[in-house]
């Protein structure tokens, strides 16, 4: 979320914005560094963004060099990456009936003032006016905070044209759901490594032979294999796709597939590594289901 949101502020950013926090979006300094979450889930509709509930309203004889000043009064109800420096959200800005069409796309900071001295205290969580009301107990990805969250006359910050919210955001979507792909991809591979070298300790038939040297053993270690080089393919397909995009040198094919197989490759991805994760634990007999190993963090 942190790299989309990079990516539209670089596109559609103030100023301000890409001199500011931009540089603090793409830093590896820990001094620095800003991370970004995505707010658009809400109650009524889920992932029907058309359904939004959250308001922002136009804040008069007010400036910023960040762009038009909005409060935003609503309830979030998936909020990701709750422990960010800023969030990019979607608010109502047209009327109820306009549905999708009628939400913009904000920069919200989570704590004010966003750019202070290194040294300086960190503000108040509800500098901002905004309150976490509880955290969801997922499955998986602990590490990420994902909360319920209102926001009672939170400042923010106008990006792109009013009413166009659904559109810009798409970066943060895309980029995201690329990452997820790579995730998953790449922690299949840990779990075939793991198998492939318990494979070549593991003896069997009173310890005269090894795993790795099982013609049926072999056979199923190579199926996930397959699988998992034909992931590799699929996703870094869609990864060069999206730097031909990037970078103005796409096709008007290229770019249709792209946005074809940005939601395909996530989905493809997540359900086929996880089916041979398990393959993988399998083939360590009872010690691949302890967790020590890590396969199922």
């Known amino acids: 979320m942190t790299d989309g949101s990079a990516r539209v502020l670089e596109t559609i950013g103030t100023p301000a914005m890409q001199e500011d926090i931009l540089p603090r979006l793409i830093s590896r300094d820990p001094e620095i560094a800003f991370t970004a979450g995505q707010w658009m889930t809400e109650r009524p509709g889920g992932s029907d963004v058309s359904q939004t509930e959250t308001v922002a309203t136009p804040v008069s004889n007010v400036t910023s060099p960040y762009g038009p000043v909005y409060n935003i009064n609503g309830f979030k109800w998936f909020s990701s990456a709750t422990d960010s420096d800023v969030a990019l959200a979607l608010a109502r800005t047209g009327p109820p009936n306009s549905g999708s069409r009628g939400l913009s796309l904000f ?10 001295p290194t040294s300086a205290p960190r503000p108040s969580a509800l500098s901002n006016n ?8 997922k499955v998986g990805t602990k590490i990420l905070p994902t909360a319920e ?15 166009q919210g659904v559109k810009l955001i798409a970066p943060v ?38 795993l790795k040297d099982t013609p049926l053993h072999v056979a199923e270690l190579a199926k996930v294999n397959v699988l998992y080089r034909a992931l ?17 040198v796409a096709s008007e094919g290229e770019e249709m597939r792209l946005r074809m197989l940005t939601p395909a490759v996530k989905a493809f991805t997540s359900d086929k590594a996880s089916g041979a994760m398990e393959e993988c634990m399998a083939a360590l007999g009872g010690q691949g289901y302890m967790e020590e190993n890590g396969f199922g963090t």
């Open 232 to 248: 590799v393919h699929l996703t870094f397909g869609a990864v060069a796709l999206l730097g031909k995009t990037e970078c103005g």
């Open 173 to 210: 979507l895309n980029i995201t759901r690329i990452h997820s792909a790579i995730g998953s991809v790449g922690s299949l591979r840990r779990c075939l490594a793991v198998a492939t070298a318990y494979s070549s300790v593991r003896s069997i038939a009173a310890g005269k032979q090894l």
């Open 130 to 137: 905004i309150k976490v009301h509880r955290l969801k107990n």
């Open 149 to 163: 969250l209102s926001l009672e006359g939170a400042e923010a910050y106008l990006l792109g044209p009013i009413n």
């Open 107 to 116: 920069l919200i900071p989570l704590r004010r003032p966003l750019i202070r």
